[in-house]
């Protein structure tokens, strides 16, 4: 049955390609085109006050690599420069800013922000708010007055500390790229010999059920395994993710991930009248909560109540857990088991409904 | 003779309203098929709108408080007390910290020294130590600057009160004032939800274009309607149509969800956001044209705009801003019409842009809309000859 559709595979370069190609391509994108560092912000600088004060500011935002002074325009046209999308925040300096300054008062600068994009108008608060404290901190100095910091914080950043996007990306994406391929070649291929009426005929073959559908589900399992190889390969050599853990755990992981994806394929396409259908309830059911609801991009924390109780049954959501704990933490057996059984439960729960309804289908 | 032309452009006509109605009728009897064009959708912007959220909160954090005095549990509460921390452990030690950050326990550890309180007091400068799981770049950014912030402030308190035994009552400080403009309670759905709208009118046009031409072409059907006197030309036309109509009713029922359900406001004019989809769809047609060209079935059909559709929505800023990509990839987002959808979207509804504003974004879906339809027509045409 197995070299049957091995067979079927070869015929087939696209599918092949499809399944090799694509999630190399894939990940290159996700990793090279995936990012949110916001760095050299174009702002626009509104200095009325005119002093040296106010200018030494504004040379602290050109000098930062955080920001580039795009535009010197006036408090009335920052708007207009926000629509266009030509700057995304702006400095703007009353006058009064640099007198108080040399009286050693305070003196308040005003960031406006475009806030259509929350993500980066955090981060642009977040990188002036540490540009205003370094002038501060300047100006006490060179009063002459003792500054020891009376406290002090120091963080350790762990597991990612040049915190690069892709290290956070790749053991997600590995989920997200080996689910869409498994449901969706399985789902197609499988709807593909209902279209055609080529199931019914290995049904009436002498050949056992079980031994027909494990025989569709081990290539698949197989291209799904030299997937996975693939997006190691490419992210550990091209993006220097480490794999501090058990490479061992992963693949087993991997597997396992992979029977419930296959699974999934199985129901669909034991559901599905045609290829068209097919599709869709793969995108619908596979590929969106991969994506979504997987943790992969944004965090289950943050979630509604009803979308976090819906991720516990989506598979990747285990497995990018357990991914990044292996890969990343060095994590063992010890932090991954919970992610290995709730995978289990899945697979048996989905690979029995898939098997009922096959039956049911061609009695 | 002019006589003969217009009669000529008269049947052109009732052939082109035939195939519309032929085709409308095809399409939208398939009860599953609209699901599809309609349901999914819904589904798929509702699941977004709720689950893309970027905002950094509730970062599980495990305390370590060495010290136990007065003062150091008085600063923890405070430093938990916005939300971007939430406390799920108490521990004892660093070791017991990091173990609970391996296990992805807790997001961030805040560790106070022993004798915290009265080093603070006494002038001595204690260092407070903060754990963070750095996997996450946006989350381990905003955990190093909440708590760079926050003992920014107590340490300058600090200091404000040892200047003030000296005699000094005032000092000179900068002060940020933010204001936020478009969207100022930064509600990652407002900005999110416009983009997604991109990315569905391609679900809706391209893929389906791509696989309905391509499952004709399976069956044998396209052959047949061309041996009938109707024009190439206007077979093809009456056969987007519908999907242009599908095409704006699935902006105006988003725009509805957007509004209602999601806050996004309605800025801008209309008619530039109408003029935009147009244009746009234009272009997404032609792409599923294009690779119902080079498919001879529905799996390559659907391939192949799959294929299109990953890096294009990757490649559009929806996600991730452009700016943020390295350099050499950011000119090739200059060749994807989902680029610069998305930015008139979001210009016209969360910034109130209008005409003079984003009439850039217009040329360039013009200039794709019409070289991608001209190209796709080209190709169709060939392929049938």
Redesign the interface.
Known sequence: MASKEILHIQRDPRMLYFAIVMPAVMLLLFGFGISFDTDRVPIAVCDADHTPESRALANAFGRSKDFDIVARPRPEEIEGLFQQGRAQAALVMRPGYGRNLANERPAEVELVVDGADPSSANQIMQKADAIARAETRGRILRLGVPTQPTVEARAWIRYNPRALSPIFLVPGLTAYLLGVGAVLLTALSIAREWEHGSMEQLFASPVGRFEIILGKLVPYLGIGMLQLLVILVVGTTVFDVPVRGSLLLLLGLALLFLVCMLGQGLLISATSRNQFLATQRGLITSLLPSLLLSGMLFPIDNMPMALKVISWAVPARYLVHAFRGIMLKGGGWETAWPDFVALSIFAVVVLTFATVRFQRRIA | VKVERLKGRRLAWSQFRAVVRKEALQTFRDR??IS?LVL?PL??VV??G???????????TAVVDMDGSATSRAQLRQLLADGTLRRVARVSTEAEA?QL????VAGAAVIIPAGFGAD?EA?R?????????????????????T??????R??A???RE??AE?G?T???????????????R???A??MVPGILAMLLV?VTTIVTA?GLS?EREMGTLEQLLVTPVEPLTLLGGKMVPFVAVGFFDVLLLLAIMTGLFEVPIRGPLPVLALGTLLYVCSTLGVGLLVSTVSSD???G??GGF?FM??AA??SGI???V????AW?QPVTWLNPLRFFA?LV??VL????GFR?VWPQLLILTVFGVTLMSVATYRFRRKLA
């Not at chain 2, 400080?173 to 933010?178: G, I, Q, S």
């Open positions: 599953r098929i599809m999914a589904i798929q699941l977004f709720l689950a893309v959220d970027f905002d950094v909160d509730h970062v599980p990091n950050l391996d296990q992805g603070l002038g400068s204690p260092a407070v130590q903060v754990l963070v799981d750095g996997a996450d770049p946006l989350r381990s950014s905003t955990v190093v600057s708590t760079s912030q926050f003992f920014g107590l340490a308190q600090g200091l040892r200047l000296a000094r005032h000092l000179p400080e900068v002060k940020l004032v933010p204001r936020v403009f478009f969207n100022p930064l509600k990652t407002v900005y679900s696989m499952r529905q799996q390559q659907f391939m294929l990953l890096p990757l490649l996600m991730t801003p700016s943020s990509m390295p990839l930015e979001r210009g969360l910034r109130g842009a504003q």
